[in-house]
């Protein structure tokens, strides 16, 4: 049974980096696009970024564009989707999570102190 386990989360301060890691192991998720989504608190689920199944063509909302990056490597064993996130902003404060199709990973927490 596929799975998609997040990772890369954790207290950074307001300006600095972090990396977010999406691995997908059992299934076929390859062939799928794959997502970023996020969630703050008392808020509801805000969609982050997207890629395509081959890795070619993504989307980043608004509020991240120019400062969130993704990317996938489907060449490993684990097929992996990235969320390079800079510049970070307190109100980037959310758990995020990855997502194919109807699966759906359990989140990794974010947080930005000012």
């Known amino acids: 049974q596929e799975q998609l386990v997040e990772s890369g989360g954790g207290l950074v301060q307001a300006g600095g980096s972090l990396r977010l890691s999406c691995e997908a192991s059992?299934?076929?998720?390859?062939?799928?696009?794959m997502n970023w989504f996020r969630q703050a608190p008392g808020k509801g689920r805000e969609f982050v970024a997207s890629?395509?199944?081959?890795?070619?063509?993504?989307?980043?909302a608004d509020s991240v564009k120019g400062r969130f990056t993704i990317s996938r490597d489907n060449a490993s064993a684990k097929n992996t989707v990235y969320l390079q996130m800079s510049s970070l902003r307190p109100k980037d404060t959310a758990v995020y999570c990855c997502?194919?199709?109807?699966?759906w990973g359990q989140g990794t927490q974010v947080t930005v102190s000012s």
């Open positions: 059992g299934g076929t998720s390859s062939n799928f696009g």
């Open positions: 890629i395509n199944a081959n890795g070619d063509t993504t989307l980043v």
């Open positions: 997502n194919a199709s109807s699966l």
